[in-house]
Structures are given as structure tokens and as C-alpha cells.
């Protein structure tokens, strides 16, 4: 199949912006779709062709499967990449585009039916040899479920089968709790997925978070991209990714890398995609679940692989085999993402839409910012209010550190507020720092950033007496070499120290 002349990006901000490029360096036609808020927007500007789908609300617009392959046949696109959130791992969406005769950037729709399906996906992780967590792998009664537990042995997860993101999720720490639990998970995941079936899984204590990047042509060809560790999230929103994942061995890579093209071949999978795993205390990796689209924190991927992703992505919808093999996959250095979201990290992280009145961004050696906005933009109420990723590359962590600090630094947004500053708190963690955290980071580390605000003081305190102590013994009061990243803090310390002696 020759390449497309035209493709439709069923998106809006920052996904859009970025498959524009993709399109643009391939000589590909791009045609954007906006709803009526997104009128002006950034996306709209760079496409070669932007068609109105409707009002603000999602529902309205970027969920308007019939009016948007309407678009796609009136504007004669020939593929249609649906980015990641909105119509990407809906199923009905890539039937209607197969029906229609348009191309459905990504994978089979029985590949995101199944992997939808979260019990599928464990059956189809178990038959490729997948370390699973324990637990069950069919929907079950509530019955089933206390006599399940009391099998596996309590703290056990309970699950949405449809579920995905954290919502029907329970945890249980004993039989007394589970029947409320189970009440609680059914109605929730009945009202978000109209599904309400559960399943369980034994409980893993302070997991960390992480997946495999995956690329699969039509041919059944594939590639492992090397990992993404993802641990620091909130709400089960990602915050911070990086690659590659401090406590991953090369030995480990290769194995959690193979079992990902085996889960996915298993599965019938072709296309991007990540294959999540959670990890134990021990390093122990298990199998967690597939997301089926381009993932937003992909670019940390680009930056050390130098694969365009969302590039071979189309050119496998196209039905070409993939021009990489293992062997020229050679992942350099660290890359790390910060999300850039309009939310108050000073305020429990509330939504923060507006018009961007002031915009600087940070460049340089080792800098990408993916940009959905500009200056004079709107950040609307009713989408997800990511407004930028910057992604830093250097040759190992502490150096992508420093210039996630830097470029933190030079980063300014005026009008609505941003997670810059809880970005910037972060880069001097000394947790964060030591690569020694898990998804319970933001939680018991941060929680609001107004603690952290005190946190910063008792640090320079502690800073304080530390320096004091050194100076009047002549030598450095802390057990064990510090890392360049705490010698880093402590430069930062002694700038900010002599900031406030003036
Ligand atoms: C778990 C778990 C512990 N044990 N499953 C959260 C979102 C969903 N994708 C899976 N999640 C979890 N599943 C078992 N058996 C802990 C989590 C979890 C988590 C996972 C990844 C990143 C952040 C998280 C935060 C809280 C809980």
C-alpha cells in the first residue's frame, strides 16, 4: 500500500500538534477537526485543513464518530489517527472507520476489544507466559469474591473488568471490608463503564509502575523500545516519566521487553503500544494491562531510541513492515518528562482554564516541548488541561535532571496557573533524586504542594545545620557518597542560603 496523501487527526492540543509533524515530515496531508471553543486553536493552525464537529462538549465533537468520518470522507482523507484519550481505544470507532473503508491508525479492533477487556487481557497475558499477579481471571460473583479473597489471602485489589485508570478499584484489607467494597467498585464501574463486573488480584504493596514500548507491523514483526518508569502519578494521572527505569537490568529489559511482543502477539497486535507491568520491593515484575494507542509520555521514548514513533505507527497502518529490528534499537542516555497541566498545584491541584497572557518556553541543548497552546491561547474547561510536556535528554539521569531544572527554570506561563512550580519541587526531591520511589511518591511525599512549601523551609533548616555542622568540623556529616543529584541540592542550598544573607 503506498503511504496516505491525507489524514485526519480526530484530536485537539498538544496529540494533534504532534501528529500534524508527523504528517508534515512524511509529505502527508494533515486534517484537523476542532469543536467550537477549539475554533482558534493551536492544532487548527498548523493542519493544512481544519472542519468544525460540533459544540464545546466532548461528547458533541471529538466523541462524534459518525461526524467525523464524515469529515474524514468529505475532506478525502484515507487514514484517520485518533491521538490518545477521546475515540482511541474505542472499538466501534475503528469498526465504523474499517467500514467505511477509511484506515484506523492503530491496532485490530479485536486487539482493543480484548485488551479493553481486563480479565481477556490477563487470559491472553497468561497463554504468552506473562508473569501474572495472582488473582482471578473471570468476572465473579459476590459470592465468588469472599471465597476468592479468603483463596488469595487479604490485601487483595479489586477490579473493574472494563475498567483501566484506577476507577472500580478497591482495595481490601480484610473479609469484614470486602462487602461494602464490592458495593462501592460495582456502582462505580457501573456508571463509568456501564459494566459493573469485577475481578481480583492479590494486593502488591508500593508497586512502581512500569511499561514497555512496543512497535508491531501488519507483517507480525516487532520491537521492544525499552521501558518507561511512570511511578509518579496522582489520581492515576501520570505526572513524571523517564526511561530508562533506574532499578531495570539489562537481563530484566530484555525479559519484560520479550514478554511484551509475546503478550502482544498473543493478542493479534500490531501498531504502537505499551504493555504495563507493576514491579515489587524485590524487582519482581507482573503483568498489568495493554494500552492499545500512542501514549502521551512516548516522546521520552523518542528521545533516547531517536525512533519517531507516531511516524512508524502510520507507515504500519500503511501496511509497510517495520524498518527496524531489534539490533537498531540502541536506547541512549535518560530522558525525563514533566506534564505541564493548567491546575493549581497550591490548591489541591484544581483546574485552572484561561487565556495564556504570557508564554516563555525553554530550549537548548537536550529540550522538546510539546506545545498545545501559545500566547493569547484559550485553555478551555472541557477537555484534559495538559497544555504542555517538556521532555529533557541527557547522557544519564543526573544530567537530564539538571536540565529539567534548567528548562523549568526559563519556563513561564502567565495567565492561568501550571504544575511548573510542583515540577520544579520535584527536581530537588531527594527521594525523587535517589530514583528510590513508587506510585505512592506524590501521596506521602507531597501531597499538597502548600506542605511542601513548609517542607522547603524545614529543608533549608535542615540545610543550615547541616552546613553549620561541616563548617565548624571540617568535614560532611552524611552517611554514605552522596549522589551528583544531592550535591546538586546542596549547590542549589547554598545559592538560596546566600540569596537570603543577602
Ligand atoms: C494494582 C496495585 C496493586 N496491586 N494492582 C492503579 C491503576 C491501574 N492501572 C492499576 N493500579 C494499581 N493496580 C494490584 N494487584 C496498585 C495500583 C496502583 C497504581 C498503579 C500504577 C501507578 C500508580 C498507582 C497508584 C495507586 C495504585
Redesign the pocket.
Known sequence: MALFKKILIANRSEIAVRIIRACREMGIGAVAVYSDIDRDSLHVRLAQEAYHIGPSPASESYLNIEKIIEVAKKAGCQAIHPGYGFLAENSQFAKRCEEEGIVFIGPPREAIEAMGSKTVARQTAMKAGAPL?P?TLEPLSDEEIVAKAKEIGFPV?LKAVSG???KG?RLVHSEDEIESAVRMARSEAGSAFSDDSLYL????EN?R?VEMQILVDRQGNGVYLGERE??I?RR?QKVIEETPAMMLTPELRKKMGETALKVAAAAGYYSAGTV?F?MDANNNFYF??VNTRLQVEHPVTEMVTGIDIVKEMIRIAAGEPLSISQEDVQPKGAAIECRIYAEDPYNNFMPSPGTITGLRLPGGPGVRVDLGVFEGAQVPLEYDPIIAKLIVWGKDRPEAVERARRALDEFMVKGVKTTLPFHRKVMENPIFLSGEFD?TFIDTIFKKLDEGRENRYQDLAIAVAAIAEESSEGTRVEKGAPSTGECNMWKLYTRRLQMMRG
Open positions: 499477579i488473582g485489589m483501566g485508570g484506577g478499584m488480584e492479590k494486593y502488591i508497586p509502575h511512570c511511578s502519578q492515576h504495563e507493576l498489568l494491562e506510585t
